[in-house]
């Protein structure tokens, strides 16, 4: 018998694929029903494919060939995330121009990517560095720009000294670069931003600025129609609970009330926001940023201003993320001469300055409760400042003696509105700031504009000419793409390399034809990878990013697999591009994902994270040279639920290919025993019918649990099966065998493909066949077990049909010889009849 041999077999038919592209592509004139199923496209790093790119593309090549299957017309591209620090950085080391390294790290991905047999349809490829890629990504900004949702200010950023760029937020969590991991630092630069923050709520469309590119996209779409907000879009989608939540935390709505207060003795007054008004009784103390402007309006009256000064100084040296880490113990500097008044009991209290406000969020100004807030609490203790109790829980129980009292509860200490509980307190507060005319509801967002200038060379310039006749002047549609120079230094210097570019800025104003030069920053690299999915609609479209037919026909994305690490960045960022679209009449969509799930983290045998300097990572190539790609893809699919974080275990691999090989070994089996001309009445055969039953068991399990990604028990489902067939001494048809072929041949497809066609003698890919189907009559038990109980108490075990009445089961169990001394010459008074479970005989 032919020993299996994966690297054989796997090499012979990724030759006959690839000769074969129409196996994958998705039919542009098709009227099957469409379904879009993508991958978040990859960053190209020199290091190649890691196990976790090959966890999260399995399970999307799974789901793509059992759709195809399934009659399904599927879009299954693949690309390329292509610019970014990384490549840049790599530049500056070695002297090599990133577009070289990249092309190399592309070049790589492909081959891992067709070695592990994934289904992706290639001739869609993008790469978001390449000029016609980013000749659109160019397109959105000037779409931002000319309705207003592109704006340039100077502005507190977050700086990287090692990498010399600007960081967004989200890139500098912890205060720390999350690309080389230097400490980052704050600098005041002019930034480009886009206006995010527009679409945190619902949102009218407009009407349409500027002339949009190409006459059938520009065509508005949906005039009258609202578009969702990111926070009630969530509710339209299919995705984990976890991800939905992280956005709407990142967003940070709150409802409260905002207020002014007098300093003493001025003309000047503070305005804070808060969420607990119902507290404002218990208010001893305010803090304000070390921006906040009254600092600088009345430094004359601080006595103690130079202590203050260093104060500051220190804070501009924190991220606005380290600033406000609820960990961090919070510091401060009273300002000494300066009182404000609560205008709620006219007490003169203290001000203080303190970095965990930040300015551009709220007001700039917080009230201290010290009493009903736990940093409140220690800082008031750390400073010696007083705490009043304003809030005692419904029992009246509670107390602050030792800790906060954080909950709502009842009001007291707080004159008229005592006895209110929280909820109605606030409300009633509020209607007395409202009548004083000092105070008003305000709902506050902790989200901020996205910030996308980069002082970069590897990305996307931004397309604006400055002049200095006609000042900040977009660059003409027709012109684009306005193309990365090659006459740059890498060496980062704190401005763009495109800033030493003599040819980049060789340019004359598009209004008035004088000299000019361009805008030095290039974008931030989400600001690619936030259309990308756009564009595989429509990948050679050279009038615009996609036409309107191309994306009426494939979007929005029906399926979408990727890490949850991109749940702010990446996904916040796509679905406002996909909002700004909609809203201006582009599309009739405005969720670009309806389906999202996650893969979990692949951690090395010895339960830690995978890492280069601690020696555990496993390199799928030498996997796959060892077991071959069928066995790591199932290997990976097996390991454990797709969304859990799980271990990787080399000894589950080699059970792996134990069983592919059994698979194999059925075959051969099969052909030797000519198993269906030896069965003349297959039907009347009681071992074949055991193992018929037992593959429609498995058509039924397999095709639930790839549709609710449940790849592991799909695949346990298909051991048991093979297991079945070998014990029923493989009596089971050619016909039968090859149902059982398609069940496994999105898993493993190389192995699949062989048994198929050279085989079973199929003369077309087993990918053109239909998924197999399951026969009903297979799955109704012919007995079925049921619990006899008298008065509760079990008393016998029946096996009956699985159609029986009550009267028939219970006429069944009165003559079983365990139940009847229970029941002879006793009274029934009633039966309780559970069908296909129990019946209980209820007796005097």
């Known amino acids: ?427 009633k507060i509020t209607e007395w700031l409202e009548e004083k005319g000092i105070g008003r509801k305000k709902i506050n967002y902790r989200l901020r504009d996205w910030l996308v200038s980069r002082q970069r060379y590897w990305g996307a310039p931004i397309p604006i000419i400055y002049c200095k006749k006609c000042g900040e002047v977009p660059v003409p549609e027709k012109d684009l793409p306005v193309e990365l120079p090659d006459d740059v230094d890498f060496l980062p210097t704190g401005e763009s390399p495109l800033t030493k570019s003599k040819k980049f800025h060789r340019v004359r104003c598009p209004k008035c034809g004088e000299e000019a030069i361009r805008e030095s920053d290039t974008m931030d690299t989400f600001v690619c990878s936030s259309w990308y999915y756009f564009r595989y609609a429509d990948p050679k479209n050279k009038d615009e990013f996609a036409s309107k037919k191309a994306i009426k026909k494939w979007l929005p994305v029906d399926t979408y697999v990727g890490g949850a690490e991109h749940s702010v960045l990446h996904l916040l960022y796509s679905r406002f591009f996909t909002k700004v679209l909609h809203n201006l009449g582009y599309i009739d969509f405005d969720e670009p994902f309806l389906k999202l799930r996650h893969q979990g983290t692949i951690l090395a045998e010895d339960g830690r994270k995978m890492s280069k300097s601690l020696g555990n990572v496993v390199n799928p190539d030498d996997v796959v040279d060892e077991y071959g790609a069928d066995a790591l893809r199932m290997f990976e699919m097996f390991m454990g639920p797709l969304e859990a974080m799980k271990p990787w275990n080399t000894k589950g691999i080699v059970g792996i290919v134990r069983f592919l090989e059994k698979v194999w070994n059925i075959a051969f089996n099969l052909l030797k025993n000519a198993q269906e001309d030896m069965l003349e009445n297959f039907e009347e055969n009681i071992t074949a019918k055991a193992t018929k039953k037992r593959l429609n068991k498995a058509i039924k399990k397999v095709s639930d649990d790839i549709q609710e990604f449940h790849f592991n028990t799909a695949i346990s489902e298909l051991m048991i099966c093979a297991n079945a067939i070998i014990v029923d001494h493989y009596r089971i048809s050619r016909e039968d065998y090859g149902k059982y072929i398609k069940l496994l041949a999105p898993f493993a497809p190389h192995i699949a493909e062989e048994i198929w066609q050279e085989k079973l003698g199929h003369k077309k890919s087993i990918f053109l066949e239909k998924w197999s189907e399951v026969d009903e009559k297979y799955l109704k038990e012919e007995e079925i077990q049921m619990v006899v109980q008298v008065n509760g108490k079990l008393r016998d075990r029946i096996f009956i049909a699985p159609d029986v009445t009550e009267d028939e089961v219970k006429e069944t169990a009165l003559e079983s010889e365990k139940v009847r001394p229970f029941v002879e010459n006793k009274e029934i008074k009633k039966t309780v009849f559970v069908p296909g479970r129990l019946i209980n005989i209820v007796i005097k």
């Open 1 to 427: 018998m032919e020993k299996y041999n994966p690297q054989k077999i796997e090499e012979k038919w990724q030759r006959y694929w690839a000769e074969h592209p129409e196996l994958y592509a998705a039919d542009e004139k098709s009227e099957k029903e469409k379904r879009y199923i993508l991958d978040m496209f990859p960053y190209p790093s020199g290091d190649g494919l890691h196990v976790g790119h090959v966890e999260s593309y399995t399970a999307t090549d799974i789901i793509s060939r059992y759709l195809r299957m399934n009659g399904k017309n599927v879009l299954h591209p693949q690309g390329w995330d292509a610019f970014g620090l990384p490549a840049e950085n790599y530049a500056i080391k070695t002297k090599v121009h990133p577009s070289v390294t990249t092309e190399k790290a592309v070049n790589t991905f492909k081959n891992q990517m067709k070695r592990m047999g994934f289904s992706y349809d290639w001739s869609r490829e993008v790469n978001s560095s390449d000029p016609e890629y980013y000749k659109w990504t160019q397109w959105f900004f000037l779409l931002l720009y000319k309705n207003g949702l592109a704006y340039k200010k100077k502005a507190k950023v977050n700086w990287c000294d090692c990498c010399q760029t600007v960081l967004a937020n989200e890139q500098a969590e912890g205060g720390i670069c999350d690309r080389c991991k230097s400490k980052v630092l704050q600098k005041d630069l002019e930034q480009w931003f886009f206006k995010i923050t527009d679409f945190i709520e619902d949102k009218e469309a407009p009407m349409l600025v500027g002339t949009p590119v190409g006459t059938d996209v520009g065509t508005k779409t949906n005039v009258s129609k609202r578009t969702s907000g990111l926070i009630s879009g969530l509710d339209k989608v299919d995705w984990p609970e976890s991800t939905k939540l992280l956005q709407k935390n990142w967003i940070g709505k709150s409802e409260g009330t905002q207020f002014r207060m007098e300093i003493a003795g001025t003309q000047e007054i503070i305005e804070v926001y808060t969420t607990r008004v119902d507290t404002v009784f218990g208010m001893t103390y305010a803090v304000v940023a070390p921006e906040h402007e009254i600092i600088e309006k009345l430094k004359d009256k601080i006595k103690n201003y130079q202590e203050v000064g260093e104060y500051i100084e220190k804070a501009k040296n924190k991220t606005d993320l380290e600033r406000m880490e609820l960990q961090k113990d919070k510091t401060g500097v009273k300002l000494e001469g300066i009182e404000f008044i609560n205008p709620f009991t006219n007490e003169n209290l203290p001000l203080f300055v303190a970095d965990y406000v930040i300015g551009g969020y709220g007001t700039g100004a917080v009230m201290a409760v010290p009493a009903h807030d736990e940093r409140d609490y220690a800082f008031a203790k750390e400073k010696n400042i007083k705490i009043i109790e304003v809030i005692k829980s419904q029992d009246g129980k509670s107390s602050v003696d030792k800790e906060a009292y954080v909950d709502d509860g009842v009001l007291i200490n707080s004159g008229k509105f005592d006895d209110l509980a929280s909820a109605e307190a606030r409300e």
